[in-house]
């Protein structure tokens, strides 16, 4: 049987048919998961992830209708997998992918206090959204999937068949200019 696609599914969870989680489990299952993992560093944990966010899926749409479910579950299982990652290392952190790009990123936000101290949160979200929008595509891509998508720098290497140097030294760049930016804007 052919897999429907984003709209069909969609529609599928519009009409409370359940076998929209299955389609959804069959065509971003894999995607999710390795998210969740790279996060988590747990592959207990990452499976829990892709089951929740299964629920909230169900549990959301309707009365949501996303212009893109792919989007829409990268989202969920990020926010999941962060929350699971923060209620299993309140007593020892790990040292996974999400580990490291948070320490990278530490720098350039000096800190959550300073930042909620000038600005809320949505408003950040907004100047670094607009700052990405000014990269160039490659550059925007090497930094969302490291510091969205928690990928690892080898793994950003050979899907853009860049050198892991070239990957760390335009990571450090980018933040640099996010780091400019961000005191330009008056977020520093």
């Known amino acids: 049987m052919e897999q429907p696609n984003e709209a069909a599914m969609i529609a599928l969870l519009q009409k ?11 065509e971003y ?17 990452s499976e829990e992830c892709v089951s929740d966010m299964l629920l909230k899926v169900w ?11 792919k989007a829409y579950l990268i989202t969920l299982i ?8 923060h209620v299993q290392t309140a007593q020892k952190r790990g040292g996974t992918q999400f580990d490291e790009a948070l320490d990278e990123l530490q720098d350039t936000l000096v800190s959550d206090e300073n930042v909620s101290a000038v600005i809320e949160k949505r408003e950040l979200t ?18 969302m999937r490291r510091y969205y998508m928690a990928d690892s720098v080898r793994g950003i ?10 990957v760390k030294i335009s990571l450090m ?16």
Not at 59 to 69: A, G, M, R, V
Not at 126 to 143: G, K, S
């Open 16 to 26: 409370r048919d359940e076998t929209a989680l299955e389609a959804i489990r069959n």
């Open 29 to 45: 299952g894999k995607l999710c998961g390795k998210l969740a993992f790279d996060i988590t560093g747990c592959r207990e944990d």
């Open 59 to 69: 549990q959301t749409i309707p009365p949501k209708h996303p212009d893109s479910l």
């Open 78 to 85: 990020r926010h999941l997998a962060i929350d699971r990652y």
């Open 126 to 143: 907004r100047a670094i959204e607009r700052f990405l929008d000014t990269l160039p595509p490659q550059t925007r891509n090497v930094f």
């Open 157 to 166: 290497a050979d899907a853009y068949q860049m050198s892991v140097s070239a």
């Open 173 to 188: 760049r980018t933040r640099q200019k996010l780091n400019r930016f961000l005191k330009e804007e008056g977020f520093l």
